[in-house]
């Protein structure tokens, strides 16, 4: 087994080995992967924080040793709050904008030290010590009117799934990538009445499978990724468009996630 990390901004991941393929996750800036399978210019990886399998172009991955991969996973683990900030290669004298919910590792004071390299974020993190879910609000509403990319989870486009992924990441919890695997966590709510603030949505279609996703901000707003992040209007129906005045994803599952 070979490990790698992304040292760049954000790397897309890939349903097959091929350019023109669709983007089906992003890897932000410190998230590592395991490397199962080789294919000329691509590397077939899984995702450490949430087990998500893709193709990402072998040039874009920094390989990493077994050991410098312990070492990391046993290291304070840090997040950045920005929805866009710069960060220096103090070392290589060169810096590079990255997106909310990149990963850090024994940070001080804003520096740390990765793969053999001084670094510098010139913004503001936070540990992931523990789950606050008071921070998911503030943090969801930086990415507003961010446009929708299918896989996307960073400033410049996300997915339903992605927004709320990172946005859980940037409050301390790992929760996984697709809506429907979402929708599999948490304790489950029965009455949307019962529904505070924080917890997840989840929509479905006329075949009954999960679709959509959405984090709860109070009792008759919701925060979802639908053509842009976006607040509409939601109730025991579903999500209701405050542009064209209509109905546009049916509730199906409510979902808790505590500490």
Avoid at 100 to 129: I, R, V
């Amino acid at each position: 087994m070979e490990y790698g990390i992304n040292l760049m901004s954000v790397i897309p991941v890939r349903s097959a080995a091929e350019d023109t393929s669709e983007q089906v996750t992003q890897l932000l800036f410190g998230e590592m992967v395991m490397i199962l399978e080789k294919r000329d210019k691509w590397l077939m990886v899984q995702v450490v924080s949430d087990s998500y399998q893709g193709w990402v172009s072998a040039g874009q991955v920094t390989k990493i040793s077994y050991e410098e991969f312990v070492a990391l996973q046993g290291k304070p683990h840090w997040v950045s709050n920005d929805l866009v900030q710069l960060l220096e290669n103090k070392s290589r004298g060169y810096s590079f904008m990255i997106s909310a919910g990149s990963s850090f590792y024994d940070c001080s004071q804003n520096a740390f030290n990765l793969c053999g390299e001084e670094w510098y974020y010139h913004g503001t993190m936070s540990p992931t010590k523990t789950f606050e879910p008071e921070e998911l609000v503030s943090h969801a509403m930086i990415f507003l009117h961010t446009p929708y990319m299918w896989g996307g989870k960073s400033a410049l486009g996300a997915d339903c799934s992605g927004l709320t992924q990172v946005v859980f990441k940037m409050a301390g919890k790992v929760i996984h990538r697709d809506a429907s695997q979402q929708a599999r966590q948490g304790e489950t709510i029965n009455l949307i009445h019962e529904a505070r603030t924080g917890d997840l949505l989840f929509f479905d279609n006329q075949e009954g499978e999960i679709i959509h996703v959405g984090m709860m901000l109070d009792e008759n707003h919701i925060i979802h990724a639908h053509h842009k992040v976006r607040i509409d209007k939601v109730d025991h129906h579903g999500i209701f468009n405050t542009d064209n005045r209509k109905y546009t994803h049916q509730l199906r599952l409510i979902k808790r996630y505590d500490p």
